[in-house]
């Protein structure tokens, strides 16, 4: 399974972090990007893009894949304490409640409400 095969099956777009709400489907333009970032055999992605092309929500999807295909640990860096709180709780956590399998695999330590 591709990282953009488990996003389309598996990933949410929760309302607290997103425009729109809903299912995520992958664009044309982010297949490769993605199935980039979720191959063993590239070790670095380098993008240049524009902003609101949907980078946070697609990094977010990879690593859901991570977590519930192939057990991976993932660390994101933010530039300062602050704004790694701010993305964990609007952005990881947000989307570890929306997503089963991935709720399922948090073991209870993501805030339900």
């Not at 809903?22 to 664009?27: C, H, R, S, V, Y």
């Not at 409640?97 to 695999?105: A, E, F, M």
Request: net charge neutral.
């Amino acid at each position: 399974m591709t990282a953009v095969e488990w996003a389309d099956q598996n990933y949410y777009l929760p309302k607290e972090s997103s425009y729109g709400e809903g299912e995520w489907k992958t664009l044309p333009f982010q297949i490769a990007i993605m199935n980039c970032m979720g191959n063993d055999q590239v070790r670095t992605v380098n993008l240049i893009k524009s902003a609101r092309v949907g980078y946070t929500k697609m990094l977010l999807g990879v690593v859901g894949y991570f977590i519930e295909h192939k057990s991976r640990n993932s660390l994101l860096f933010q530039p300062t304490d602050s704004a790694a709180e701010d993305f964990m709780k609007s952005h990881v956590e947000a989307t570890i409640r929306n997503v089963p399998c991935l709720k399922d695999l948090s073991h209870g330590w993501v805030v339900t409400s």
